[in-house]
């Protein structure tokens, strides 16, 4: 796809966060912050089909504002997306450039595409921003979602909002929420009211050096153990941050895996920090949340994909929790 040419690239911000994490009254208040002088725009996605949240923003001159309704813009088909990011760079020709993904969105995927190489050279990413609403932290069964977790995971900056409200229960849960989250490195700022500088989100993004492959067994027997670049399906990726190592994989939503040959594997890992996966498996989806005092499992909603992820302090060889991993798979395309 043709993009209009750019004579520098446009800050972008991603400002993402579970339903009613308080995403919109931040964006009203960091636009209120726009120099005269200068064009903004935002790239809102809603769920449904009538959108809202558009009517709540300023529409004032100065602001562009548009929709992209029916599904999330981050998992669907990138095309979409593409055309509308695309018309909208070249119709208002903006400063700055503000997205809201749905809050059933997944921003880690939004900020994948976003970072193509036809991109890079229209488009400068700042921090990505994941807003939590304070006031609910005491809520396991809100906070224990996966998607809730997804979007931690990905955010530079966690905006803590309703700071106001907040409970001690809450307070005890947020102390708990950043020492879980502290192999992410992530800047935490409360707010209330939505009430945030704008100088605090004006930071490059900075990815966490992340290095993408094949699965294991297939670099080591196809690609003599030279790694590649990948994007499609079935992947393994490995990150480092202040002295921990993160493993993953993501897999095709399809593949199946027996549930208790899965349970069996996790339950036999050692010396590990934390563990969290779902899974399509014989049982229907299930998602593991496993940290050495709890070993939690439960239903889940069906999946965009099976994936886990796994902390250690130490680097280790994945190829052999790999293998065993494959093996777990009960589906017909082995």
Not at 158 to 180: C, F, G, N, Q, R
Not at 200 to 216: A, E, V
Not at 288 to 298: H, K, M
Request: charged fraction near 20%.
């Amino acid at each position: 796809m043709k993009v209009l040419a750019a004579q520098q690239p446009i800050p972008v911000h991603i400002i993402s966060g579970f339903l009613g994490a308080g995403k919109t009254t931040l964006l009203k208040y960091l636009l209120s912050q726009k120099p005269e002088q200068e064009v903004w725009a935002v790239l809102m996605n809603e769920f449904g089909q009538i959108g809202v949240d558009q009517q709540l923003l300023p529409q004032d001159q100065g602001y562009a504002v548009k929709e992209l309704l029916g599904g999330c813009l981050c998992c669907s088909s990138q095309l979409p997306m593409q055309i509308a990011l695309s018309r909208l760079l070249s119709e208002t020709k903006p400063d700055r450039l503000f997205i809201e993904p749905t809050g059933l969105g997944h921003p880690g995927q939004l900020l994948e595409q976003l970072t193509e190489p036809h991109w890079q050279s229209h488009l400068k990413m700042q921090a990505l921003v994941t807003v939590v609403d304070g006031s609910r932290l005491h809520d396991r069964d809100w906070t224990h979602q996966n998607l809730y977790a997804d979007q931690l995971k990905v955010a530079n900056i966690v905006v803590i909002s309703h700071a106001d409200l907040m409970t001690e229960t809450d307070h005890a849960a947020l102390t708990e929420l950043k020492a879980e989250y502290q192999p992410y490195a992530q800047h935490w700022l409360m707010i209330e009211n939505g009430q945030l500088d704008i100088e605090h989100i004006k930071q490059d993004y900075q990815g966490t050096p992340r290095q993408i492959q094949p699965l294991l067994k297939q670099q080591r027997q196809v690609l003599g153990e030279v790694p590649a670049i990948v994007h499609q399906l079935p992947y393994h990726y490995v990150e480092s941050a202040q002295g921990y190592q993160v493993a993953g994989w993501k897999l095709p939503k399809r593949w199946q895996f027996d549930f208790y040959d899965l349970l069996d594997l996790l339950c036999e890992q050692q010396d590990w920090l934390r563990i969290k996966g779902i899974f399509n498996t014989n049982q229907g989806w299930k998602s593991f949340n496993f940290n050495p005092d709890q070993f939690n499992y439960q239903s889940a909603e069906e999946g965009i994909d099976n994936r886990v992820e796994v902390i250690y302090q130490t680097s280790r060889d994945w190829l052999e929790f790999e293998t065993a991993l494959m093996q777990c798979r009960i589906d017909q395309e082995k």
